[in-house]
Nanobody
Framework: QLQLVESGGGLVQPGGSLRLSCAAS????????IGWFRQAPGKEREGLLC???????TNYADSVKGRFTISRDNTNTVYLQMNSLKPEDTAVYYC?????????????????WGQGTQVTVSS
């Protein structure tokens, strides 16, 4: 059973940076696309970025373009680097895996989800 655990969230001032990690166990991530999502209070879940099994990224949200990047390494971990953070980035951040292929599909294609990590951007 594939399990995902996000970490790295916390409180950060506007303009600051955070790097979130998504660590997987139970199955290698090598062949799958992984996405990062977020959900703010009272709002629907929003897709942010996806990285394919080959390492190419797809952006789902214009709001994070140029500020957030996604990456993966060979330790079964995927990262979300977040720079120039704004108060409106405050949300619970989730990673998810699409086991139906290595390419990035739409935000609705994901099969396994982590529990999320809270990011709060405030002065």
């Amino acid at each position: 059973q594939l399990q995902l655990v996000e970490s790295g969230g916390g409180l950060v001032q506007p303009g600051g940076s955070l790097r979130l990690s998504c660590a997987a166990s139970g199955r290698t991530l090598d062949y799958y696309a992984i996405g990062w999502f977020r959900q703010a209070p009272g709002k629907e879940r929003e897709g942010l970025l996806c990285i394919s099994s080959r390492g190419s990224s797809t952006n789902y949200a214009d709001s994070v373009k140029g500020r957030f990047t996604i990456s993966r390494d060979n330790t079964n971990t995927v990262y979300l680097q977040m720079n120039s953070l704004k108060p409106e980035d405050t949300a619970v951040y989730y990673c998810a895996v699409d086991v139906d292929g290595g390419g990035c599909s739409g935000p609705g294609a994901y099969d396994y989800w982590g529990q999320g990590t809270q990011v709060t951007v405030s002065s």
